[in-house]
């Protein structure tokens, strides 16, 4: 009886992780489309997708090149995105004065505790890691474990390995488990970029791990311009309308919506 119990569990867990899986991988492909047909690079100031970047961006392609130009990367976290340019799926990875924004947040309220949703091949984690002091630590949460063991790597080429806790698996069983564990109001910081049609689920629980005065910065709220479009009705798209209504309402803290990327929100616990 003991044995069915266990088998019985086991197949579930398999049959959520296959869940998990296919809807990446429907986020990814609708993404792509979008990307394929309405996104492609443009020079009238609108939208500019440079390769591996997710940008909806105002300035045109060559005031777009001065920023990279002006944007401080270090040899492995240049090293990380153009290995990532090469992969399917790119355009998840935050541009580069993104990463740099978000490690500059990271030294301007003292973070020590991170924890980020959705790693990728690891090019945000290692922007942050970098940016924290010694005794910090960086949760770093996502399914694919492929590309965790890319983010690996150059977590420890980049020597920020022993601050950085990956964790793979189900992002909300993984923040619910957190906050049972009696972590709430114990990080500095949280970066939400994972699938899209659960960010009110992750940052409703970030917002319990986040300190009073903590900071919660939530990607793609803009998502290639679609949610401004009233004739884009995705999922994704209205996921993300959804998301920024409700934190557009939410009293718990204050927020802005800053235009670099794809769109970042801040949100500042009250």
């Known amino acids: 009886m003991g044995g069915e119990k266990c088998f019985a569990t086991l197949r579930m867990q398999d049959v959520r992780w296959r869940f998990a899986k296919l809807t990446w991988m429907v986020e990814r492909t609708e993404r792509m489309r979008w990307m394929e047909t309405e996104g492609r690079k443009r020079t009238n100031g609108r939208v500019y997708a440079h390769r591996s970047e997710k940008i909806v961006s105002q300035c045109d392609p060559r005031e777009r090149r001065y920023i990279l130009d002006h944007t401080r990367e270090s040899d492995w976290l240049r090293e990380l995105r153009e290995r990532t340019s090469e992969l399917p799926g790119n355009k998840m990875q935050v541009p580069p004065e993104q990463a740099q924004f978000m490690a500059l947040l990271v030294e301007l309220i003292g973070a020590r505790k991170i924890v980020e949703v959705g790693v990728y091949t690891g090019y945000s984690s290692l922007a942050m890691a970098m940016a924290l002091p ?3 630590m960086l ?33 909300k069983e993984i923040l619910q ?21 659960a960010y009110l689920d992750y940052y409703k629980l970030c917002l319990q791990l986040v300190r009073p005065s903590g900071v919660i910065l939530v990607d793609n709220t803009l998502f290639y311009g679609q949610v401004a479009n009233p004739s884009t009705d995705t999922k994704l798209a209205n996921a993300l309308r959804q998301f920024n209504d409700f934190v557009y309402e939410d009293k718990r803290v204050s927020h802005s919506l800053v235009p670099i990327g794809d769109g970042l929100t801040l949100c500042r616990k009250r």
């Open 139 to 171: 949760i770093a949460i996502d399914r694919d474990q492929e590309t965790m063991r890319m983010a690996q790597e150059y977590w420890d080429k980049a020597g920020v390995s022993a601050v950085v806790v990956p964790k793979c698996g189900s992002a």
């Open 177 to 197: 488990g957190m906050v049972q564990e009696g972590e709430e109001n114990s990080y500095d910081l949280a970066f939400i970029d994972a699938d899209k049609r």
């Open 134 to 136: 010694e005794d910090g």
